[in-house]
């Protein structure tokens, strides 16, 4: 027992792990700051009573060894195997000298980035900083244009050297500490062994203690939940979500699917596939679908608002079909693009357009691809962000991002892409050329300009580019502007449907885990000739956008959509699909249901208003709800939404650059 006196009689600030313990400490106090910086940033949305309060914190503090106690590990390991020889040597003791300071930046720039990260989205780091993570270039580029990252990066690394002066004396005595292996090699085990027994993976959701999902959030560890986030972006749904009997569900979906005008056509388990007969001489309009960066309905004077900064998209929405009750999937891009394209509720996880074995989809390029039209996909960005190529292009697309425009075509450019009116432009000169080949076209147009760091060409609107989310919104309505003045001048306007409908609202971030408030988005339909202007209140979803324009259009098609045409939805059928990426909800006028990890179903009366926690729910509102996930997640996985069709390979994924606009 000689090694047990050893450690006992050992002074700590002699050993080797003192070090550990050192940095241990900062982090501890650099979490507990960041907690209570982040608290009093969210005040007004924190009920602070003591008991609230020591949650917080104390469940906090848990989260915080956890992260730290793993981080430990690799090392103590270090430090016990490290020979004696080596852990003396001079360049040991220099690199240790440089590798702590860098250390202790490197958790003051986290900290830094979880404060970003939280002012945009009211959480703690989730998979949506694991893909800022993917893609680095977009993230990083814009992170630079936005923030002054190079005062911030001084600053930090001030503090960080600072703080190593400080702690240089016992930094040093641990440099110079003498042990044998075997004293060490102990001493690492009784560290690390209750680490790895009292903290295996720990799934921080398991300790939500609040309705308040921003004191849920302030609990937990950004570091960790980065981590977690990492290892939990595919979600199984059998796994985690409330199952019931498939025929039931089935049965139960297809009961919910079901329109006047549609036939099913096979009685196979969760086979939706159904004929829709709309009345009427098919007309094969084109269709220009521009899908707009976070566009919240609240920035809209149609929706209430009175600062004015959208007078085109106003005047647009007077002489449209006005679908004001229209509400988001989800909180990301893809979300908004899987939602649109193929009419699916949203699935636990990542969007279909982020897996793998995503072509060959069943989509509204599809249907309009096998009825003769000149299919296009264009983003102001590269579109190998959040897998769009490979996503649209492998479902009857023809991609145009980026990297074909010429130098020529570009008058603005940032971090995310090519300014909103430069991709416009670029899509009436697409849309001559499918118009002189005498094919009708579906372009379907994401823009980039309404985001971070909200910058634009200068001179097109009264507020300074790079100054905020509001003169972004402004110059986002400005080039819609632009864009419907080009388009009237062109041969093919009066038999074009144009779309505008939002990818998400701009913030998501709320009280609750799914603020209703924050999906509402606007749908306008514009064409004169062929759409008469209304407004449309019917409680809808982005998943009813595809079949809503294939009535308009009066085709007749097989659809495997989840959607349905609004304009023939009563009322009182009205619903709507809201989640994150692990809550799913069911929307109507009288309840909110959302599915829970861990097959909980939550039920709120009054969405709309005060959103009245109800403790029970009645069984067809829960079979209602069940059908739409269970089902789509299904559907999805057994491939039940795909086509044979090989003609959704698109041939050409990168069209030439044109150099002459259409007239």
């Known amino acids: 027992m000689q090694w047990l006196s050893s450690i006992i009689k050992s002074n700590i600030l002699k050993e ?20 209570t910086a982040l608290l009093i940033k969210s005040a007004g949305q924190i009920d602070f009573t003591a008991t609230h309060l020591a949650e917080i914190y104390l469940l906090g503090a848990f989260f915080d060894l956890i992260t730290i106690s793993y981080f430990s590990i690799p090392a103590i390991l270090y430090l016990a195997l490290l020979p004696e ?20 930046f490197g958790l003051l720039f986290a900290n830094v980035a979880e404060w970003f990260f939280w ?55 641990s440099t110079a500490a003498h042990s044998t292996f075997k004293p060490r090699a102990i001493m690492a085990s009784l560290i690390i062994a209750p680490v790895l027994f009292a903290f295996s993976p720990v799934n921080s959701d398991d300790f939500n203690f609040s309705d308040n999902r921003y004191e849920n959030e302030l609990a937990k560890n950004g570091i960790y939940q980065f981590f977690h986030a990492f290892r939990q972006n595919e979600i199984n749904y059998e796994d985690f979500y409330l199952m019931e009997d498939e025929n039931l569900t089935s049965t139960t979906l297809k009961e919910n699917l079901k329109e006047a005008n549609s036939q099913y056509m096979s009685n196979n388990l969760f086979d939706i ?10 007309k094969h309009l084109n269709v220009m679908l521009v899908v707009v960066e976070s566009l919240s309905a609240h920035f809209l004077g149609s929706f209430g608002n009175q600062d004015g900064n ?4 106003d005047k647009l929405a007077d002489n449209s079909l006005l679908f004001t009750s229209l509400y988001a999937t989800g909180t990301r891009t893809v979300r908004g693009l899987e939602a649109v394209s193929l009419s699916i509720p949203p699935t636990p996880g990542r969007s279909i357009v982020k897996r793998p074995d995503n072509s060959h989809m069943f989509s509204l390029g599809y249907v309009l691809k096998n009825k003769g039209y000149d299919t296009k996909y264009m983003y102001g960005g590269y579109s190998y962000f959040d897998n769009m190529d490979s996503f649209f292009s492998g479902n009857g697309f023809s991609v145009i991002d980026r990297s074909q425009f010429d ?42 300009s309404n985001h971070t760091p909200y910058t634009y060409p200068q001179g097109r609107i009264d507020i300074e580019s790079g100054t905020g989310r509001t003169g972004a919104v402004k110059y986002t309505d400005y080039a819609i502007g632009q864009l419907l003045a080009e388009a009237k001048k062109q041969p093919w306007f009066e038999d074009t449907l144009f779309v505008f409908v939002a990818d998400h609202c701009a913030s998501s971030a709320g009280r609750t885990s799914l603020p209703v408030e924050r999906y509402n988005i606007p749908l306008i339909i514009y064409s004169p000739k062929h759409v008469p202007a209304n407004k449309i209140n019917t409680l809808a979803s982005q998943i009813d956008v595809a079949p809503t324009l294939m009535s308009l259009m009066n085709m007749d098609y097989n659809s495997k959509f989840f959607g349905k045409n609004i304009l023939a939805m009563q009322p009182e059928d009205g619903r709507a699909f809201i989640s994150n990426y692990q809550e799913l909800g069911l929307l109507t006028k009288d309840y909110l249901a959302i599915l829970e990890p861990k097959k909980d179903v939550q039920f709120f009366r009054d969405p709309f208003g005060r959103r009245i926690k109800s ?38 994924s990168h069209p030439e650059k044109p150099t002459t606009i259409a007239n």
């Open 273 to 282: 596939e159904r004929h829709i007969d709309n009345p009427g001489e098919e």
């Open 407 to 448: 130098e020529s075509q570009i008058a603005f450019v940032n971090i995310w892409g090519i300014s909103d009116e430069d991709v416009y432009h670029r899509a009436i000169v697409e849309a001559g050329h499918s118009y002189r080949q005498q094919q009708p076209f579906f372009t379907m147009i994401m823009t980039t």
């Open 16 to 35: 080797r792990f003192f070090i550990v313990l050192i940095y241990g400490v900062i982090c501890l106090l650099s979490f507990t700051l960041l907690r």
């Open 119 to 173: 002012d945009e989205f009211g959480v703690r780091f989730n998979f949506i900083s694991v893909d800022y993570l993917i893609y680095r270039h977009e993230v990083s580029g814009n992170i630079y244009e936005t923030y002054p990252v190079v005062s911030i990066v001084s600053i930090l690394l001030a503090i960080a050297f600072m703080a190593y002066l400080l702690l240089h004396k016992p930094i040093s005595k």
């Open 615 to 652: 403790t029970t729910g009645d069984m067809h509102i829960i079979d209602r709800l069940v059908s739409f996930y269970e089902g789509a997640s299904y559907i999805y996985k057994h491939g039940i939404n795909k086509t044979d069709d090989k003609r959704l390979l698109s041939h050409q």
């Open 310 to 313: 959208t007078p085109n998209l």
């Open 85 to 104: 020889r080596i852990f003396k040597s001079r360049i040991h003791r220099w690199l240790t000298h440089i590798i702590f300071p860098l250390s202790v």
